[in-house]
């Protein structure tokens, strides 16, 4: 599999992350106090110019209230477009 953070996998999983927040109706400045991070890093994530941490996806579901293996099973059923 590329490393490129540009990757389908890596797409599918930004998509997720901000659906959830969305969701959740949580802005970006919102969850980036919830996980102790800045808003610029979140924004980053979301847009792909950082890779994201298995730890950071894992409380940040938790933060949208999604359990993260859930999360996890959904990307690894749904093949990326």
């Not at 599999?1 to 901000?18: C, G, K, N, Q």
């Not at 927040?21 to 991070?37: D, H, P």
């Not at 941490?53 to 093949?79: H, K, Q, S």
Request: include cysteine; proline fraction near 4%; charged fraction near 25%.
């Amino acid at each position: 599999m590329s490393t490129s953070l540009y990757h389908a996998d890596y797409e599918a999983v930004r998509e997720s992350l901000r659906a959830m927040r969305v969701k959740a109706k949580l802005t970006q400045t919102a969850i980036a106090e919830q996980l102790g991070v800045g808003q610029s890093y979140v924004s980053k994530l979301e847009r792909g110019e950082n890779y994201v941490d298995v730890l950071i996806f894992a409380r940040w579901c938790v933060t949208c209230g999604v359990r993260p293996g859930l999360a996890l099973d959904r990307l690894l059923r749904e093949p990326p477009t």
